[in-house]
T-cell receptor
Framework: AQSVTQLDSQVPVFEEAPVELRCNYSSSVSVYLFWYVQYPNQGLQLLLK??????LVESINGFEAEFNKSQTSFHLRKPSVHISDTAEYFC?????????????FGTGTKLQVIP | DGGITQSPKYLFRKEGQNVTLSCEQNLNHDAMYWYRQDPGQGLRLIYYSQIVNDFQKGDIAEGYSVSREKKESFPLTVTSAQKNPTAFYLC???????????FGEGSWLTVV
């Protein structure tokens, strides 16, 4: 079974400051890793994902995440946040064993960007 | 415009009534899912379907029912047996043996 831990339920940060949203996972098998973003009253949008290859993955709006196998982490970072980044962010994992596999989500981190 | 369409966006239900939330996708994905989202609890899986005419219970299936008569449609019925149905409901779809799922815009259900 897998588990995902997002220790920070809320992260306030000033506009143009850097931010890191933490995600740690536990799994007995190799996994794929995802970050989703949810704006108020909307569904989840895929932000970025790690499937294989380079451990550093980037999104089109400046976020990046690095897969660290030894620390079982997939932290999300952005060097300079904007007001529009205010949202809730969910980390997720899925085993890469093939066939149907259940997605496990973290409990989410609310990013509050302060003007 | 491709994607996953959920309707209605907002729905009010009287106690004792069944209601059905619609989910339609034109992504041609085999697998579809229903999640429930409550504040501070993340997402919980209600039901999922990997193929037409087949579906499986998730972690919190009690009080819910689904059908999968067509590949593109996966409606969720919230029955009167669901004790606390007020929540945000999310439908998702993905390849049956794939690794990424995509979400609809969600539906708010409120019991009045």
């Amino acid at each position: 079974a897998q588990s995902v831990t997002q220790l920070d339920s809320q992260v306030p940060v000033f506009e143009e400051a850097p931010v890191e949203l933490r995600c740690n996972y536990s799994s007995s098998v190799s996994v794929y890793l995802f970050w989703y973003v949810q704006y108020p009253n909307q569904g989840l949008q895929l932000l970025l994902k790690y499937l294989s290859g380079s451990t550093l993955v980037e999104s089109i709006n400046g976020f990046e995440a690095e897969f660290n196998k030894s620390q079982t982490s997939f932290h999300l970072r952005k060097p300079s946040v904007h007001i529009s980044d205010t949202a809730e962010y969910f980390c997720a994992v899925i085993p890469n064993s093939g066939g149907y596999q259940k997605v496990t989500f973290g409990t989410g981190t609310k990013l509050q960007v302060i003007p | 415009d491709g994607g996953i369409t959920q309707s209605p966006k907002y729905l009010f239900r009287k106690e004792g009534q069944n209601v059905t939330l619609s989910c339609e996708q034109n992504l041609n994905h085999d697998a579809m899912y229903w999640y429930r989202q409550d504040p501070g609890q993340g997402l919980r899986l209600i039901y999922y379907s990997q193929i037409v005419n087949d579906f499986q219970k998730g972690d919190i299936a009690e009080g819910y029912s689904v059908s999968r008569e067509k590949k593109e449609s996966f409606p969720l019925t919230v029955t009167s047996a669901q004790k606390n149905p007020t929540a945000f409901y999310l439908c998702a779809a993905g390849r049956a043996s794939g690794n990424t799922i995509y979400f609809g815009e969600g539906s708010w259900l409120t019991v009045v």
